[in-house]
């Protein structure tokens, strides 16, 4: 108790008198209540009780006297104070009624008319209507977010937002940037979508919270909350290419405490190679996962709050011509294979205080740690890399404004080994690589809300010292405005910067023959963003009809940007900064309809125009489908028996890599040709579990024999980076979920 005071005093010397109220709670057991809240009536002064159940709490400049104490499950009391010192409160436990549940499917996907950045939450009952094995499996049904894949041979992916390569958003996973450096070319797909409760994606600059990278975008995956979620749940699923997915979680609650425990494995497929090039189609996975995640108390009420979660994996991917050997074959110059051996432990934790109504803060910390030994070819590589992220952050709610703000740190050790078992390649770039980011940084961020709450602005911004790159400066502002109840309009400006880690997330130059040239030494990318979005909701209940439209433009412009140049060399790479123009303009309308509460139907369009201009000449990006229409499709019954659902996905034509120069064997198209996928799933509902059975790419559309130079993997000409379409074909799979909830 004396520590609490204390801590208050520091923070509000002005309001501590020694004019105090001492007391205790107690139940009707005569037990001390830990956690009750302690206020005076139509004042914010309030304390919470210790382990004890006692409490010390200023009487100064009070004058209803009329002291509350209130804990959840009990009757609140109140006791009028005349010139007492000591106080007892007696709680009843509340017995007047029993438990209402009220239950309601939630949207798949909600976008808040209260959030002033405009955010997509894709609920779990989004989620249910595909697969989602992983975390790149959970956008099947968004127009927002692609994933793309970056290593045909090992399957490793990204998620890209506004056209731009997944680097320039910002992936989070409870609000913490666990993705980053080493872990971001497998990081998403260790991510079981079993594990995930919710997802909230919101393009272009957003808040300076949680850091400076969020250039096009950001993806918040929420885990599962132990005090919410099912007691018990059991995943199994299995493709046509018996590659098996298993997953358990179990939660439970004691008191103000819950825990949480996941298991998450994945078994290899069998070898496949329907195009006769040699080559499996998919890798060789395995993987295991376990996750612990504690929570206690809950950080909307006074007092101690607090989330821990551990995890950790270890995953193996093999993959390569289907004679592959990886005992035997590694870094052989006869049999191509590729190995990637993954082991990352992490934590992190979000611990909280909160004082009352006005005052709140919290500590943010995380750290892991990967180490990968990796074959591709005739490549050996091998890293190490250890993160840590710490932020404190002080919230204050005053009249109408929240206010934020804090101190973070970010430490980055980062270790490269790369080295080559062949000498017929001319290739120059083995060699340690080591990089070593100490950033200590200061924010501060305002919501401010304008006549009577339809106008909301947010002004924020951060100061970063980087140890290489020195002062970094990173504004933002965004406005949202309700021009009638259900017509929301918001705009946002912001900058963003992040250091390239050059290897790791562009993986496809370890797997080919080319060279890579460092043209000179490499400087942070930079960018501004801008953009507009218009939300239009709405319901006629004479119809049955409800939904929403939207529209959005985005507009990144680089101040400086590294992307490798496969196009002036087709046996090189070229690294170096690009301070010319380079713009990503991107549009986006969407249209969502609910009809009887039975039907669900989305219409989406993207338009994206990615390109720089060398001289004269504009260049588009290469792997951009400039255009792109998604359908999907959903019904349920009244008798929520079984649910069905489909997805069309068409992609228009991707401008590819230059590889004119090549032999006339070796060329490909300037442009892809554009194609069209569909996915369906039918999930039917017992009272404790689910089956369902899918089939991804239903007419079974191919890339056939996309390596270049098959024939020869140790040629000059071997290249794997002119993928732009899915290349195993037709996908079916059955899977069963079983659930036990906490009732």
């Known amino acids: 108790m004396k520590e609490y005071i204390l801590i208050v005093g520091l923070l509000f010397p002005f309001g501590i008198s020694a004019q105090n109220i001492i007391g205790k709670v107690t139940d009707d057991k005569k037990a001390p209540v830990v956690g009750a809240s302690i206020y005076w009536l139509g004042s914010s002064i309030g304390v919470t009780t210790d382990y004890k159940g006692e409490f010390e709490i200023s009487a100064k400049d009070i004058s209803t006297k009329k002291l509350i104490a209130s804990y959840v499950g009990y009757l609140s009391d109140t006791i009028q104070i005349s010139n007492q010192n000591f106080i007892e409160f007696h709680l009843r436990e509340t017995r007047a009624l029993d438990e209402v549940v009220i239950r309601e499917q939630r949207d798949g996907v909600i976008i808040s008319d209260i959030n002033p950045i405009k955010t997509e939450q894709i609920t779990q009952t989004e989620l249910g209507k595909a697969a989602c094995c992983d975390l790149a499996g959970c956008f099947e049904t968004q127009t927002t977010v692609q994933p793309q894949t970056t290593n045909v041979i090992t399957n490793s992916k990204e998620l890209r937002i506004l056209g731009l390569s997944g680097v320039y958003n910002q992936v989070l996973i409870d609000g913490f940037p666990m993705i980053q450096g080493l872990s971001y070319t497998y990081g998403i797909s260790s991510i079981p979508g079993t594990l995930v409760d919710n997802i ?23 885990t599962k909350e132990p005090d919410k979620t099912d007691r018990l749940l059991i995943n199994a699923y299995m493709n046509n290419f018996l590659e098996k997915h298993f997953n358990t979680n179990y ?15 994945v078994q290899p497929a069998n070898k496949m190679d329907r195009d006769q090039d040699n080559f499996l189609d998919l890798p060789l996975l395995t993987r295991y996962m376990i996750f612990n995640k504690w929570k206690y108390g809950n950080e909307k009420d006074w007092g101690w709050n607090s989330s821990i979660g551990l995890r950790y994996f270890s995953e193996q991917r093999i993959g390569g011509q289907a004679v592959f ?25 979000k611990t909280g205080y909160r004082l009352n109504n006005k005052h709140n803060i919290i500590l943010y910390a995380s750290a892991f740690y990967q180490q990968q030994n990796s074959f591709f070819g005739t490549v050996k590589y091998k890293a190490q890399q250890t993160n840590f992220y710490g932020n404190i952050q002080y919230e204050m709610n005053y009249d109408k404004h929240d206010l934020k703000t804090g101190i ?22 083995a060699g340690n690589y080591y990089r070593l980011e100490n950033i200590p940084g200061f924010f501060a961020e305002n919501t401010m809300r304008f006549l009577e709450n339809k106008l909301t602005w947010i002004a924020g911004a951060r100061c970063d010292q980087h140890n290489q790159f020195g002062f970094q400066f990173t504004p933002r502002t965004l406005l949202k405005y309700d021009i009638a109840p259900k017509t929301i309009v918001r705009a946002n400006v912001g900058t963003g910067w992040r250091t390239v880690n050059l290897f790791s997330e562009n993986i496809g130059l370890l797997v080919s023959s080319r060279d890579i040239i460092f043209a000179e030494q490499l400087q942070p990318e930079k960018a501004i963003n801008i953009g507009f979005n218009l939300t239009q909701k709405f319901e006629i209940k004479s119809n049955n009809l409800s939904g929403y439209f939207s ?40 249209i969502f309809l609910k009809i009887y509460s039975q039907f669900e139907l989305k219409m989406g369009y993207n338009f994206l125009n990615v390109y720089r201009e060398i001289g004269e000449t504009k260049q588009l990006l290469p792997f951009n489908p400039m255009h792109k229409f998604i359908t999907t499709f959903s019904y349920k019954p009244r008798t929520n028996k079984f649910h069905f659902d489909m997805n069309v996905h068409w992609y228009g034509e991707q401008r590819l890599p230059n590889t004119q120069s090549n032999p006339i064997a070796f060329q490909r198209p300037d442009f892809s040709q554009p194609y069209t996928i569909v996915n369906a799933q039918f999930t039917y509902i017992f009272k404790k579990y689910e089956v369902y059975i899918g089939c991804e790419n239903i007419f079974d559309f191919r890339q056939i024999q996309p390596i270049i130079s098959w024939q020869n993997p140790f040629s000059t000409y071997f290249d794997t980076s002119s993928v732009w379409g899915p290349t195993r074909g037709r996908e079916i799979y059955f899977g069963v979920r079983f659930k036990l909830n906490n009732e």
């Open 408 to 429: 973070s740190f970010r430490h980055l050790n980062l270790f490269e080994d790369v080295a080559f078992v062949d000498t017929f390649l001319q290739r120059t770039y």
């Open 325 to 349: 050997n990886p005992e035997s074959d590694k870094g052989s110059t006869s049999v191509y294979g590729q190995i990637v051996r993954i082991n990352q432990p992490e934590l992190w934790t």
């Open 200 to 222: 909230f994606v919101s393009k272009g600059a957003n808040s300076v919270l949680q850091g400076y990278e969020s250039i096009s975008g950001q993806i918040n995956v929420e």
């Open 251 to 265: 939660a439970f609650r004691r008191g103000k405490w819950s825990n949480l425990t996941a298991f998450h494995s």
């Open 551 to 590: 529209a959005d433009y985005y507009r990144t412009d680089f101040q400086n940007q590294i992307f490798p140049d496969y196009d002036s060399d087709p046996t090189l790479a070229i690294i170096q900064n690009f301070t010319g123009t380079s713009l990503s303009n991107g549009f986006q309308t969407e």
